[in-house]
């Protein structure tokens, strides 16, 4: 099973705002050693996290992570006509 779209639905999450790791953590957690998906968007540097001025930990995705589900979300290109 690819996780890409879980990956990329973590990313989306956490891009719409900064969320404390702990919230994070309590949606996304999985009992499912083939389910990695924080792992995997965590490796791939699609979402760091940071502390908060009051010291809560938050998650926030990357610059690559907007980009990712940017792509995502953008319709594809029309094909090109063939000449």
Known sequence: MSTEPLVLDLVE?????PRPYAEVIE???TSCPRLTVWEEASDRAL?????????TLMVAATEAGRLAVAARLS????PSPSR
């Open 13 to 17: 999450w956490v891009a719409a705002r």
């Open 27 to 29: 949606a996304w957690r």
């Open 47 to 55: 979402i760091a996290c940071a502390p908060a001025p009051d010291g």
């Open 75 to 78: 319709p594809a290109a029309p």
